[in-house]
Nanobody
Framework: QVQLVESGGGLVQAGDSLRLSCAAS????????MGWFRQAPGREREFVAA????????NYAVSVKGRFAISRDNTKNTVYLQMNSLKPEDTAVYFC????????????????WGQGTQVTVSS
């Protein structure tokens, strides 16, 4: 089992930045690829970014590429999502997730999920 706890969400204005963190415990964190997803009210959960276990080439949704950056620190069992130039359409609950297959974009490939952290961007 892997337990994931997100933090760092909040209410910001358009153009501001936030950094989300996801702390992992349980099994060896460095064995898992990590992803960030988000879900807005009335919408399906969507992929945001993912990073392989090695911290190599990451994947990003088109809507966030160039604005968001995913990173990980395996010594701290933590994955981060730096979000810059935030827009109102980025408003959602953000979830981190873990899998052993790679930096996948499909939610169903992830085995473990956190409870989420709310990000609200006002215009």
């Amino acid at each position: 089992q892997v337990q994931l706890v997100e933090s760092g969400g909040g209410l910001v204005q358009a153009g501001d930045s936030l950094r989300l963190s996801c702390a992992a415990s349980g099994r060896t964190f460095s064995n898992y690829a990590m992803g960030w997803f988000r879900q807005a009210p009335g919408r399906e959960r969507e992929f945001v970014a993912a990073i392989p276990w090695s911290g190599g080439k990451s994947n990003y949704a088109v809507s966030v590429k160039g604005r968001f950056a995913i990173s990980r620190d395996n010594t701290k069992n933590t994955v981060y999502l730096q979000m810059n130039s935030l827009k109102p359409e980025d408003t959602a609950v953000y979830f981190c997730a873990a899998n052993q297959f790679g930096a996948a974009i499909m939610p169903r490939t992830y085995d473990y999920w956190g409870q989420g952290t709310q990000v609200t961007v006002s215009s």
